[in-house]
C-alpha cells in the first residue's frame, strides 16, 4: 500500500440517534466511514526495540484509552480538507514519534518492548451529515453514541502486536470536523499524549519541519534498581479481601459541572490552615464523601481515593522536556467509610492534600521496584476511585489550523475495564462560565444518591449537566 493512499473507498453507514441536553427532540444523523488504513512514519525511520519503563508497563496501564475534540469551521481553512491535511501531518510527526508506529512485544517477566518497526498506525476517514451546531453548545461526556466517530476496529484494543494509535477523522457538513483518537495507555500519559497532539498540530498548520519540542524516550530513568528497593509505603497496590459490589452491574454515567461559584462554596467549608488548599483538593474530596454516601459503603470499610499526580517536576534534576512517557503515580489517601462522611468536610480535603506530597522522586523509584517484585501487580480496585486532571493537559488548545477545539478531552468515565475513574476537563457551561466537568459511572439508584448528595454541597445550586437518558452498560 503506498503511503496514505486509500485501501478501500466503500463506505459503511450508521445512523446514530443522540438525545441532546439542550433539546428535547433528538438528533440523527449518518456517519460514513473509510475502511481504517494504516499511516506509516513519511520516511523511513529506526528499526529498534526500545524497553518501556517499569512504570509504563503495569497492569493499570495495559489498555487503550480515548480522546474527542470538535473543531468548528475556519474561514482561512475553507480550501482544506481536514482528513488529507491531519493524515499527511500524522505521517510526517511520526518521523520524530516513530515508536508509536510500532507494536508491543511481551519479554520474560511480562516486560514490554517496542518493536519499531515503522508498520503506522491506523487511520479513519468518515464523514457525518450534521453540522457541529446539531450537537449543541454543550458537548460533554459521556458520549455514549460516539462509537462510530472512534471506531472500535475489530482485533486493535489488544496491548501486543497491535496498532498503539487509532485515529479517525470525521469531516462535518459545516467544514468543521471530529478528531477522535484513542491510544495504548503503556505509551504516554496525559502530559505526553498533548505533547504529541501539539507536535502533530505543528506539523499540520505547516511551516514547520519538526516539532518545537523534541520528543524524548529515556524510558531507562524510570527502570527498576537493581536491587530492588521498596522504600515507600504504596496503599494504592495494597490486597484487599473483598469484589465490587453486585450492584455495579448495570451502570450509568453522568457528567457533573464545577464552576467559581461551587468552588468558592467548598472553600468556605474548610478550616483556616486549608485555605492554601487547591481546587482540585476541594473537588476530590466533595466527590469521594459524595460518592461513597451514594453507594452506602459500611462504615468500617476502608475506601481508597486515588489521585493522579505528574511526577515530571519532582525529580532531581526534571525529567527531561520532551519526555513522554507516563511519569505518574497514584498514591492513594485511605480511611474508613464512616471517617470520611462523619467528620468535617475538611478531613477529607487534609486527606487528599497530604497524599498527593507523598510523589517524590524516590517514591517513583520505588513504584518502578514494586512492579517488578510484584510481577507488574494491578493497583487496589475494592472501594478505591482514581480522579486524572486534565486541565494542564489543554487538549482544547491544540490547534490543527482551524483553531482552539469546542470540546477536548475523554468520551466518558472509566479506565479500560475499570469504570471507577474519572476526569476533571475544563468547559465552559451553558452560561458561560469557565469551570470543570467530571463524568461518572454508578449504579443507577446510587448515581440519584450520588446527585442529591452532590446537589446538597452546594445547598442545591448545581446539577448535573447531561439531561439526557442515562447510558447503560451491563457489565464492568
Not at 43 to 69: A, C, M, N, Y
Not at 306 to 331: D, E, H, I, T, W
Not at 374 to 396: G, H, N, P, Q, Y
Request: aromatic residues 10%.
Amino acid at each position: 500500500m503506498e503511503e496514505n493512499t486509500l485501501v478501500n473507498l466503500s463506505y459503511s453507514e450508521f445512523p446514530l440517534l443522540m438525545n441532546m441536553a439542550s433539546t428535547s427532540s433528538s438528533l440523527v444523523f449518518t456517519v460514513r466511514r473509510c475502511e481504517a488504513e494504516l499511516v506509516a512514519p513519511a520516511i523511513p525511520t529506526p528499526h529498534q526495540l526500545k524497553l518501556l519503563s517499569d512504570i509504563d508497563d503495569q497492569d493499570g496501564l495495559r489498555f487503550h484509552i480515548s480522546v474527542i475534540l470538535f473543531f468548528r469551521n475556519h474561514p482561512s481553512m475553507a480550501q482544506k480538507d481536514p482528513v488529507e491535511v491531519l493524515r499527511k501531518s500524522l505521517a510526517q510527526t511520526l518521523v520524530f514519534y516513530y515508536p508509536l508506529a510500532g507494536r508491543l512485544w511481551e519479554g520474560p517477566h511480562r516486560k514490554l518492548m517496542v518493536d519499531c518497526n515503522g508498520e503506522g498506525v491506523l487511520f479513519i476517514e468518515a464523514d457525518a451529515d450534521v453540522t457541529l451546531d446539531h450537537f449543541s453548545d454543550n458537548l460533554q461526556p459521556p458520549f455514549p453514541c460516539f462509537q462510530q466517530l472512534l471506531y472500535d476496529v475489530p482485533g486493535s484494543q489488544q496491548i501486543t502486536n497491535t496498532p498503539l494509535l487509532l485515529v479517525q477523522v470525521t469531516r462535518l457538513k459545516c467544514g468543521g470536523f471530529i478528531l477522535g483518537v484513542r491510544f495504548s495507555h503503556t505509551m504516554f500519559d496525559a502530559a505526553g499524549l498533548s505533547q504529541f497532539l501539539n507536535a502533530w498540530a505543528e506539523m499540520a498548520r505547516g511551516g514547520a519541519t519538526k516539532p518545537s519540542i523534541a520528543p524524548v524516550w529515556r524510558r531507562e530513568l524510570l527502570l527498576a534498581r537493581d536491587p530492588l528497593r521498596i522504600t515507600c509505603k504504596h496503599r494504592e497496590y495494597e490486597q484487599v479481601q473483598g469484589s465490587i459490589t453486585p450492584s455495579y452491574d448495570n451502570l450509568v454515567n453522568r457528567s457533573f459541572f464545577v464552576g467559581p461559584g461551587e468552588i468558592a462554596h467548598l472553600r468556605c467549608l474548610v478550616p483556616p490552615h486549608l485555605q492554601h488548599c487547591t481546587s482540585f483538593d476541594l473537588i476530590t474530596a466533595c466527590l469521594w464523601r459524595c460518592r461513597t454516601k451514594a453507594l452506602q459503603i459500611v462504615a468500617e470499610d476502608d475506601v481508597r481515593m486515588m489521585c493522579v499526580v505528574n511526577a515530571r517536576s519532582r525529580f532531581n534534576p526534571p525529567l527531561p522536556v520532551g519526555y513522554y512517557g507516563n511519569a505518574f503515580a497514584y498514591p492513594a489517601a485511605v480511611t474508613t467509610a464512616g471517617k470520611l462522611c462523619g467528620n468535617p468536610f475538611g478531613y477529607a480535603v487534609e486527606l487528599i492534600n497530604k497524599v498527593k506530597r507523598e510523589v517524590t522522586e524516590e517514591y517513583m523509584h520505588s513504584v518502578a521496584d514494586l512492579m517488578v517484585s510484584k510481577e507488574r501487580c494491578l493497583f487496589t480496585t475494592v472501594r478505591s476511585f482514581i480522579v486524572s486532571d486534565l486541565t494542564r493537559a489543554k487538549f482544547t488548545e491544540v490547534d490543527f489550523g482551524w483553531g482552539d477545539a469546542v470540546y477536548g478531552g475523554p468520551l466518558q468515565g472509566g479506565a479500560g475495564p475499570f469504570p471507577a475513574t474519572t476526569y476533571f476537563t475544563p468547559v465552559k457551561n451553558a452560561k458561560g462560565e469557565q469551570g470543570l466537568i467530571f463524568p461518572i459511572w454508578l449504579p443507577a439508584q446510587a448515581m440519584e444518591r450520588f446527585a442529591n448528595e452532590f446537589n446538597d454541597m452546594f445547598q442545591n445550586q448545581n446539577l448535573p449537566l447531561t439531561g439526557a437518558p442515562p447510558f447503560i452498560i451491563s457489565t464492568l
